[in-house]
T-cell receptor, first 113, second 115 residues
Framework: GDSVTQMEGPVTLSEEAFLTINCTYTATGYPSLFWYVQYPGEGLQLLLKATKADDKGSNKGFEATYRKETTSFHLEKGSVQVSDSAVYFCALSDRSNTGKLIFGQGTTLQVKP | GAGVSQSPSNKVTEKGKDVELRCDPISGHTALYWYRQRLGQGLEFLIYFQGNSAPDKSGLPSDRFSAERTGESVSTLTIQRTQQEDSAVYLC?????????????FGPGTRLTVL
């Protein structure tokens, strides 16, 4: 079945450091790909998405490019802030009639001042 | 406008008891999803509603789990004879469309603890 694998955390960075969180997927067909974020004490919210190969999703300085050839959707940010500390989830939707999301296990990011 | 709401926010119950978890989706959203998040793990899909019908129940872990949706609005997830392994955060999400690239909006979750 379809699956998503994320790099294990926690990831600890200093403020203004470069961030990469790796995400790879296994899916039949052409899924849509998402990054969701869960800030401390808050609900899960969509960070960015890409719906076809070579699309780049971006939001709040974060970017991820849909790479079909490597089945990857790595999350990057050039300069992280303390406020970026959160749990990040990579997910796919298989575009079936349901649109259900299949999530990776999540990566905790801690940014220190 | 109002987002997805869930109640209760926390539920502590004894093993063997039944529990009901409620989800109020965003008004007008036809699609509704239930997920479960166990400690330190990703979210697991449980069930999908389109309107009041549930065409995909494939994620329900056992026949102790059931869900319904009425009026194309409120949904209730029921867990009968709860077990300790049912302890998790149960998340509800709603979406305006059928296809996977429509954003799902998540509620704050219900944290269920089975003693």
């Amino acid at each position: 079945g379809d699956s998503v694998t994320q790099m294990e955390g926690p990831v600890t960075l200093s403020e203004e450091a470069f961030l990469t969180i790796n995400c790879t997927y296994t899916a039949t067909g052409y899924p849509s790909l998402f990054w969701y974020v869960q800030y401390p004490g808050e609900g899960l919210q969509l960070l960015l998405k890409a719906t076809k190969a070579d699309d780049k999703g971006s939001n709040k300085g974060f970017e991820a490019t849909y790479r079909k050839e490597t089945t990857s959707f790595h999350l990057e940010k050039g300069s992280v802030q303390v406020s970026d500390s959160a749990v990040y989830f990579c997910a796919l939707s298989d575009r079936s009639n349901t649109g259900k999301l299949i999530f990776g296990q999540g990566t905790t990011l801690q940014v220190k001042p | 406008g109002a987002g997805v709401s869930q109640s209760p926010s926390n539920k502590v119950t004894e093993k063997g008891k039944d529990v009901e978890l409620r989800c109020d989706p965003i008004s007008g959203h036809t699609a509704l999803y239930w997920y479960r998040q166990r400690l330190g793990q990703g979210l697991e899909f449980l069930i999908y509603f389109q309107g009041n019908s549930a065409p995909d129940k494939s994620g329900l872990p056992s026949d102790r789990f059931s869900a319904e949706r009425t009026g194309e609005s409120v949904s209730t997830l029921t867990i009968q004879r709860t077990q300790q392994e049912d302890s998790a955060v149960y998340l509800c999400a709603s979406s305006s469309g059928l296809r996977g690239y429509n954003e799902q909006f998540f509620g704050p979750g219900t944290r269920l603890t089975v003693l």
